[in-house]
């Protein structure tokens, strides 16, 4: 199964809906919009299912406060991607953004442009730690 970012392809066009529709949705809206707008056809229970999953996994919230439940995300995409990435990191590189970026580059040296933007990332680094 292909993944993005850690979710499966139908979890990430989920949470691209929560992420490019801020506020809470109703079911009745994301089935709507699954099926009228992304030619899904499914059926209740099918949406049930990713909502239940993506709220147990901790991406999603739900609020039964107004006798319907509304679902929103509990971060941003930027958060997740970042969050994935640091994850990512920890698991195949030991934390260690030194042997992520030799990986990344494939060995290949750094653009002139890579290596500028990386000059003036650790250059803001060093002074925020001032």
Not at 45 to 52: A, D, R, V
Not at 91 to 101: E, K, Q, T, V, W
């Amino acid at each position: 199964m292909d993944k993005k970012f850690g979710l499966s392809k139908t979890e990430y066009e989920l949470m691209e809906f929560f992420w490019d529709n801020p506020g809470e949705k109703s079911f009745k809206e994301i089935l709507e919009y699954f099926n009228n707008v992304k030619g899904k056809n499914w059926k209740k229970q099918t949406l049930s299912t990713f909502l239940t999953i993506l709220q147990n996994r901790g991406y999603l919230k739900a609020d039964m406060s107004k006798k319907k439940y509304l679902y929103s995300p509990t971060r941003q995409r930027e958060e997740h991607v970042t969050s994935w990435l640091r994850k990512f990191c920890s698991d195949f590189f030991g934390n260690s953004l030194g042997r992520f970026l030799a990986a990344f580059s494939g060995g290949q040296k750094l653009s002139d442009k890579d290596a500028e933007e990386l000059r003036a990332y650790l250059d803001q680094y060093e002074k925020d730690k001032h």
